[in-house]
């Protein structure tokens, strides 16, 4: 939700604890771009500046007005929750004697009443934020104790909600103290220099050693030492891995922006996903799971738990699980499944889908799962990320890190994923023989091949949506699989073009929808392949009942379907593949239309205006 970052380290002509600082905030914008600020202990005390905006804002403002070198630093990007995107709600916030800085990912829910309470006593706010009140909370703990760790452990005692703290105070020129409940925090080792952050990217340019943190931990840095304790005063041992992607990955590459980059990546991330999950025998294992096969023998029913875009992939999972496991599969918003009561035993395996890892929605369901007894399986991106050490297992997709808001890349590796794990039963319970199974990953191994050869079309699909950078509403129809590549079609065009787009499952355009169709309104048809021809002959009558009514239709269709010719303003062509896959192509040319479209109008792709990359909090 935020991007923070903390350092410790020496100080050299070339490198201070303020370049290593905004390198990571850089690095970190996808997190938040409302604005961005620093805090340095320094000889002089605390030295700390903000602004409202983008990054670029603060350098400017660091240029006119330069702070003094110091010894460790914080540092912040801001996706608002509490208050505007203002300077004074910028972070860091200080403590009322100015001696301690803070920043702070997620929300206090309880900030209020502490608020109210440091109002009775006398405190001066400057800002809106719930983070302030955690700055004045700290300051007067650290008076008291005079240790900012143990400050810090006697601040988190009183504070509910979800929550990453990072904290410098102007008597420790040598450390940062960090606290995380609910919220990511990662430790980067160095050589004489460590590091915190929101995720590696704030210190992957310097290392890629890493120290996963637990839920309730803070953690005590300086240049040569990282101490790690409970809430509770215990002391813990980190588990260190190894970062496996380097800083060249989080860079443009060449590409005008990261979501271009990422969706040129697509070929390479559904091949890593797909990358050693064969055994010996050529069976396929997924090596990950750690769950005892006797307890996927046992299970009767599956629930997926995703939020946006990781939630349509869950669509597609469901289809294809069903159709090769038949065992029932129920598809839920992870925002919505603790609330109504779902129906959840031992017998149920909860399939948790999140990019980062660290979908705070989602997180919350999974525990909540846990809590009713089922046993829950992770399809997450980020290694060390809290959804994959809360999961009983954990399916890692290996799409690399994806900077850009809007999701591409994660979600046909997702899918993938979601196909791997469906075989997997299938496999394990004897739905499918070994040589079926293996039919079906040769089918998947050619995918790679066939999202290049859309990609290679890709300058036909960018020259239409350049013609309608004046649009104002777009429909997205589909059936059987092609119905949550509809949504998440909508959902791109919403994200990055800020117009009004609608999916809807084809057969209910009769049902009121097409009322919404009138001359010239675009309507983008995803056609099934004829090889289900039952659900071919529906979507082609579709595209007639709406061209009748003066739609301008855009179809999806496969190499040599001829059928929707006649009936096709625009037809986008995919090759063939089998039913089940092929979303894993038709939504490649929905991704470059709304990122073309978008980027015609003059707007972000890759920070879209509301949004950010991970959603932290609730």
């Not at 060449?254 to 991330?269: C, D, L, N, S, V």
């Not at 319970?429 to 089918?443: I, P, S, W």
């Amino acid at each position: 939700m935020c991007g923070i970052v903390g350092y410790a380290g020496p100080q050299t002509p070339s490198t201070t604890s303020l370049d290593v600082l905004l390198e990571g905030l850089a690095r970190l914008e996808y997190r938040g771009y409302d604005s961005a600020g620093v805090a340095l202990v320094t000889p002089r005390g605390l030295a700390s500046a903000k602004r409202a905006g983008k990054l670029e804002r603060l350098r400017e403002a660091l240029a006119e007005n330069p702070l003094p070198e110091g010894t460790v630093g914080i540092g912040h990007t801001r996706w608002a929750t509490h208050g505007r995107p203002t300077d004074e709600n910028a972070h860091p916030h200080l403590s009322a004697d100015g001696q301690v800085a803070v920043i702070h990912n997620g929300i206090i829910e309880n900030f209020h009443a502490l608020r109210e309470e440091l109002l009775g006593e006398g405190v001066t706010f400057l800002s809106e934020t719930d983070t302030e009140v955690a700055a004045h909370l700290l300051g007067r703990a650290l008076a008291k104790v005079g240790d900012l760790t143990e400050a810090m452990r006697a601040v988190v005692a009183r504070l509910k909600g979800a929550f990453t703290l990072l904290a410098v105070e102007a008597g420790s020129p040598d450390r940062v103290v960090g606290a995380r409940r609910n919220s990511p925090l990662v430790v980067g080792l160095g050589d004489g220099e460590n590091f915190l952050g929101s995720d590696v990217a704030a210190f992957i340019s310097r290392t890629n050693r890493a120290l996963e943190l637990g839920q309730d931990q803070i953690v005590t840095i300086t240049a040569d030492s990282v101490e790690v304790t409970g809430f509770d005063g215990e002391p813990v041992v980190p588990h260190e891995y190894t970062v496996d992607w380097d800083a060249s990955a989080a860079v443009k590459g060449g590409y005008p922006t990261f979501m271009q980059k990422e969706i040129h990546e697509q070929p390479k991330a559904v091949s890593d996903t797909l990358l050693g999950r064969l055994d010996d025998q050529g069976r396929l294992e997924l090596d990950e799971l750690r769950l005892d096969t006797a307890v996927l023998r046992r299970i009767k029913k599956i629930i997926v738990v995703a939020c946006g875009t990781a939630a349509y992939a869950g669509h597609v999972a469901k289809y294809a699980i069903e159709h090769w496991c038949r065992i029932p599969v129920e598809v839920e918003l992870a925002h919505e499944f603790r609330y109504r009561d779902p129906v959840v035993n031992e017998q149920t395996l909860v399939v948790a889908v999140s990019q980062s890892g660290e979908t705070m929605d989602t997180l919350q369901a999974i525990r909540h799962a846990k809590d009713q007894g089922s046993k829950v399986l992770a399809i997450v991106n980020t290694h060390g990320s809290t959804i994959a050490r809360e999961a009983d297992a954990v399916l890692y997709t290996h799409a690399g890190p994806e900077v850009a808001v809007a999701s591409t890349k994660a979600f046909l590796a997702q899918i993938t994923a979601a196909y791997l794990l469906g075989l997997y039963l299938a496999q394990l319970r004897g739905n499918k023989y070994t040589d079926e199974v293996a039919g079906y990953l040769e089918e998947l191994a050619q995918l790679p091949t066939k999202i290049q050869q859309v990609l290679d079309r890709a300058g036909e699909v960018r020259e239409v949506a350049r013609s309608m950078s004046d649009a104002r509403a777009v429909l997205f129809l589909g059936r059987h699989v092609g119905y949550p590549v509809a949504l998440e079609g909508a959902l791109k065009l919403k994200e990055l073009a800020y117009i009004h787009a609608e999916g809807f499952a084809a057969g209910e355009l009769k049902h009121g929808p097409i009322a919404l169709v009138e001359e010239g309104t675009p309507v983008f048809v995803i056609v099934p392949t004829r090889r289900r021809p039952e659900l071919h002959a529906k979507v082609v009558s579709n595209i007639q009942e709406v061209r009748a009514r003066g739609a301008r239709t855009l179809v999806i269709a496969e190499e040599g379907d001829e059928a929707v010719t006649a009936f096709a303003d625009v037809v986008f062509r995919i090759p063939e593949t089998p039913t089940l896959m092929a979303p894993l192509l038709t939504v490649v040319p929905l991704q470059i239309f709304a990122c073309e479209l978008a980027a015609a109008k003059g707007l972000d792709v890759d920070q879209p205006r509301n949004l950010a990359k991970s959603v932290t909090v609730e």
